[in-house]
């Protein structure tokens, strides 16, 4: 997988090809992207300061964009029970997130 400036996730075989097309949020510069434990998923942060989960096999946004971060995420990554996304942005701030649900876990 790989996030682009010009607001794609893009993924890629072995090789370097694409596999698919590539998938847009609408959120601006893609600045962090991770990859779920079991490889469905993937967590996306953007310059627009919100984090969008991604189905891969389907190529989908699932539900809402998730809103808390007032500047660009510049880094994502899951728990290895992929019960917890964290966050982290421009602002200073790491937020911890249900990615069932998309809610914040606690405070800031």
């Known amino acids: 997988m790989s996030a682009s400036r010009?607001?794609?996730i893009r993924q890629l075989a072995n090789d370097g090809q694409p596999v698919g097309k590539p998938l847009y949020g609408n959120g601006g510069?893609?600045?962090?992207?991770?990859v779920?434990?079991?490889?469905?998923?993937?967590?996306?942060?953007?310059?627009?300061?919100?984090?969008?989960l991604w189905n891969v096999k389907e190529g989908r946004i699932v539900g809402k964009?998730?809103?808390?971060?007032?500047?660009?995420?510049?880094?994502?990554?899951?728990s290895p029970s992929a019960q917890v996304i964290a966050s982290g942005s421009g602002e200073g701030a790491i937020r911890r997130w249900n990615p069932n649900t998309g809610q914040q876990i606690g405070l800031p």
Do not use: N, Y
């Open 29 to 34: 510069s893609v600045g962090s992207i991770a």
């Open 65 to 78: 964009s998730w809103e808390g971060h007032t500047d660009a995420v510049t880094c994502t990554d899951w």
């Open 6 to 8: 010009d607001g794609s």
């Open 36 to 52: 779920s434990p079991d490889e469905t998923m993937v967590v996306s942060g953007s310059e627009d300061g919100r984090l969008r």
